[in-house]
């Protein structure tokens, strides 16, 4: 039975952990802030192929929802399909939106200003939309959680992954603060602390600044059963009644204003930009989660087996992507290989 070591504990840790145990392998879990992560925490959770970078993009996407669908019955309670009203463009650049997704075969619907008085009476100032029946949310913080029990996996909660042991070329093990752990394998989900922990093994993964900051509303009368993305940004409702609200619209995006303001400002304009499609709609604020997203230089992942017994997994959405990036690690531990789509993913293009 091979050791594996995940560090971390999000999302992205919590599939690989998960898929590993069902795949025959004993798992210690190392994550210094606990079950669920940081990033995941903090994630918006939408689950959709419809902001994709290029067409290999978009497949990998669209493979990772599929496998969304399929945890969904593994692991119940965690998954909404309600679709996505899109309005973010009007138009020509509306009806190119639909027609890419559409050539591509995800599933689009073009809709018109009555139909959206119908199911979002609330809504206004939206006189035409997509819908995008498939697309969907997922409770990244419970979802974590589910996985890491389920998984099997020995925790460490708590100690802080200093350094990783490599041993004639290959990694053996990690220091941690309270002693070193030996393994067979060592799969790192570490999220921004990555680049720091294989600098000492002469790689680079250069990231992108995209600090996120989520804001969450106390529950409130239902006022949409799908997610909504437009000019105010992303939202969502979940089952409870609250409002989830990234602060910038964008949310794939690392605007000046995210850069620069403080949560509290930014939770600010998110709700005026809410106010703006929902007037008179009062919303209080419960919390806002503040975390680093980790988003490599060029936008994709990263899923790669650098050297012998490390294998790095960085990626956003990684809301998205968990279920797939979990299958791939445990491919990677046990076959030595994983599914082609994520060839184009290595961690070589950055050491070029």
């Keep these: 039975m091979k050791h594996v070591i995940v560090i971390g504990a999000g999302l992205i840790g919590a599939a690989a952990a998960y898929s590993l145990g069902r795949s025959g392998c004993r798992v210690t879990m190392i994550d210094a802030a606990g079950a669920g992560g940081l990033a995941s925490r903090a994630s918006f959770g939408w689950l959709n192929a419809s902001f994709h970078l290029d067409v290999p993009h978009f497949h ?69 939309a997509v819908f995008l029946p498939g697309e969907g949310a997922v409770e990244t913080p419970g979802l974590a959680m589910a996985l890491c029990q389920r998984s099997g996996a020995e925790v460490w909660f708590g100690p802080r992954v200093r350094a990783l042991i490599e041993r004639g070329g290959r990694i053996i093990g990690v220091e941690t603060g309270e002693g070193r752990v030996q393994a067979d394998a060592v799969v ?25 900051a989520m ?20 939202m969502r409702q979940t089952r409870e009644g609250r409002i989830l609200l990234p602060t910038s619209p964008g949310h794939q995006g690392d605007s000046a204003e995210a850069l620069t303001q403080t949560p509290g400002d930014l939770a600010r304009a998110a709700l005026d930009r809410v106010r703006l499609f929902f007037p008179g709609l009062a919303l209080e604020v ?49 076959n030595g290989h994983c599914d082609p789509v994520w060839d184009r993913h290595s961690l070589d293009r950055f050491q070029k």
Excluded at 188 to 212: K, N, Q
Excluded at 319 to 325: C, D, G
């Design 286 to 334: 419960e919390q806002i989660l503040t975390a680093a997203r980790p988003v490599p230089a060029d936008g994709l992942p990263v899923l790669s087996n650098p050297l012998p017994g490390l294998i790095v997994a960085v990626m956003h959405s990684g809301a998205t992507l968990a279920p797939l990036a979990g299958q791939a690690v445990a491919d990677l531990v046990t």
């Design 188 to 212: 790192l989900c570490a999220g921004v602390g990555t680049p720091e922990l294989i600098a000492g093994l002469g790689l680079r993964l250069p990231m992108l600044p995209r600090p996120g």
């Design 60 to 128: 990998l996407r669209h493979a990772a929802m599929q496998a969304h669908v399929a945890l969904s019955q593994e692991v119940p309670d965690f998954h909404d399909w309600p679709g996505c009203l899109w309005f973010e463009e009007t138009g020509p650049q509306a009806q190119s939106f639909a027609e890419g997704l559409a050539h591509l075969g995800y599933p689009t619907a073009r809709i018109d200003a009555s139909s959206i008085r119908a199911r979002w009476p609330l809504l206004t100032g939206v006189d035409e």
């Design 215 to 234: 804001v969450v509303t106390r529950p409130t009368a239902r006022i949409t059963d799908t997610l909504l993305c437009g000019p105010m940004g992303e």
